[in-house]
C-alpha cells in the first residue's frame, strides 16, 4: 500500500532495523523534526510581531486548539473544550484521581496486571484520600475482563480504572460492554488509551467512557513529552485542580477583601491546564495526528490486523506459547510471549537486529508502518531460536 510505504519513511528506526516495539515507543519520526523547526519559526515570528495572549503567543493557542480539534475527532467526537494537555498519561490519571471529591466510603476498581502509571496513583489515591482500592485478578491474569471488574463493584464504587490494550500482554478489552454497566451504576469509567490509540479506532461517546489518558509517543508517533486528558463535563465538574495556575478558567480575583479563585466553568477539562503548555510537544503531535487522520484509523487497524494474524499464527506453529489471544476483539497491537528464559530470547532476537520488549514476557508489538517483511524477519528468526 503505498500510505504505508510513504508513513513508514518518516521513521528512520523501522528502516533501521525490524521495528517491532511501538508498544515501548515509535522511535521517533521526521514528523517531529519538521514540526519542531516550525515552531521555532513560529516563536520567532510572534516575538518580532509583539504577540501576546496570556502564557503564550496567539499562534501557539491556534495550534493548541487545532490540535484539541483533532484529539476529539480521535477519541470518536468529543468536544475539544474537554481535553486538557498533560505531560504523559500517569498525569492526567493523576489529576482526576487526587482532584475528584471522594467520600469517605468510596470505592474505586482495577486489575492487578495495570502499568504502574494506572496503578500507582489508584494507590496514592487511597494513601492520601483514604479511598478503597479493589483488585480484579492477580499477577498470572492475561485478559481483564469486564465481568472481572463489574463483579468487584457496589454502591460505593466511583470509578473503574483500565486500559484499553494491557501493556504487558496486549490484550484488548469490551469497553463498550463495560460502559454500559458504569453507565446504569453510575460509575465513572477512566480509561488508559496509549497502548491502542493511533491503531485501532476508539469511541469514548458511544462508550459511555467518562475520561481518557494518554500520551503521544507510541502508536500516536509523537514525542515523550506530551499527553492529554479528556474528561466528560459530569465528571469534570466533581474535580478540582490538584495544581492551579492561571488560564482560560481559573483566575485570582483581587475584589474588596482577600483575594479568591474563581473557576469560570467547572465542567471544563482546559481548567486542569498548566499556564506554560509543552507548546514544542503539541506542535509535533499536532503535525503527527494530521497525518494519521488523514490515514484514517480504520484504515490503520485493517493494516495492522493481518500482520498481528500472520505473527501469532506462525509464532504459534514454530511452539512458541502466545498468551495474547487472536480472536476479533480480544487483542491491540501486540502480543506476550511466555518462554523460559525472556532475556536471553531477547538478546537473541537483538543480534539479528530485531527490536521489542522484554520483560516477565516477551512483547513484540506492531505499528502502522510495520510490513509483512518484519513479520517474515521476524518469524524466519524465532524459527531458528532454540529457546521456547
Excluded at 18 to 27: E, L, P, Q, R
Excluded at 328 to 357: C, T, W, Y
Aim: net charge negative; aromatic share 8%; proline share 4%.
Amino acid at each position: 500500500m503505498d500510505w504505508v510505504k510513504e508513513y513508514r519513511s518518516l521513521f528512520p528506526a523501522v528502516n533501521r532495523c525490524v521495528y517491532m516495539d511501538t508498544a515501548y515507543d515509535c522511535g521517533g519520526s521526521e514528523i517531529g523534526k519538521k514540526a519542531a523547526m516550525r515552531y521555532f519559526d513560529d516563536w520567532a515570528n510572534a516575538a518580532v510581531e509583539n504577540q501576546r495572549g496570556g502564557p503564550g503567543r496567539k499562534v501557539f493557542f491556534d495550534t493548541l486548539d487545532e490540535t484539541r480539534q483533532m484529539i476529539g475527532t480521535l477519541l470518536g467526537g468529543v468536544e475539544p473544550c474537554q481535553i486538557a494537555f498533560t505531560r504523559n498519561t500517569n498525569e492526567g490519571i493523576n489529576a482526576i484521581l487526587q482532584g475528584f471529591d471522594f467520600s469517605p466510603a468510596d470505592n474505586i476498581v482495577t486489575d492487578a496486571i495495570e502499568h504502574v502509571s494506572v496503578l500507582m496513583p489508584c494507590l496514592n489515591a487511597k494513601k492520601l484520600k483514604g479511598v478503597e482500592v479493589r483488585i480484579a485478578g492477580d499477577s498470572d491474569t492475561v485478559d481483564v475482563s469486564p465481568a472481572m471488574l463489574m463483579e468487584q463493584c457496589d454502591q460505593n464504587t466511583r470509578m473503574i480504572l483500565v486500559s484499553h490494550v494491557q501493556s504487558a500482554t496486549g490484550s484488548l478489552i469490551d469497553l463498550e460492554t463495560l460502559g454500559e454497566f458504569c453507565k446504569e451504576k453510575g460509575i465513572y469509567l477512566i480509561v488508559d488509551a496509549i497502548q491502542s490509540l493511533g491503531q485501532i479506532p476508539f469511541d469514548a461517546v458511544r462508550w459511555n467512557v467518562s475520561a481518557v489518558s494518554a500520551a503521544g509517543y507510541k502508536g500516536l508517533g509523537a514525542v515523550e513529552s506530551t499527553g492529554f486528558v479528556y474528561v466528560a463535563p459530569e465528571l469534570m465538574r466533581r474535580i478540582w485542580p490538584v495544581y492551579t495556575a492561571a488560564n482560560f478558567f481559573i483566575s485570582v480575583v483581587r475584589d474588596e477583601g482577600a483575594p479568591y479563585l474563581r473557576c469560570s466553568d467547572d465542567t471544563k477539562a482546559r481548567k486542569l491546564e498548566n499556564s506554560s503548555p509543552d507548546n514544542l510537544g503539541v506542535y509535533i503531535l499536532h503535525d503527527a495526528l494530521e497525518k494519521l487522520l488523514q490515514i484514517g484509523i480504520d484504515r490503520i487497524w485493517a493494516h495492522i490486523d493481518p500482520l498481528y494474524q500472520k505473527l501469532h499464527q506462525g509464532l504459534c506453529e514454530l511452539g512458541y506459547r502466545v498468551l495474547t489471544s487472536a480472536e476479533k476483539g480480544a487483542h491491540g497491537a501486540s502480543m506476550a510471549i511466555e518462554v523460559s528464559d525472556p532475556q536471553e530470547l531477547f538478546a537473541f532476537f537483538r543480534e539479528r537486529n530485531i527490536a521489542l520488549s522484554a520483560g516477565r514476557y516477551i512483547r513484540l508489538s506492531l505499528g502502522a508502518y510495520s510490513t509483512e517483511e518484519d513479520v517474515e524477519a521476524v518469524l524466519s528468526a524465532a524459527k531458528d531460536c532454540p529457546i521456547r
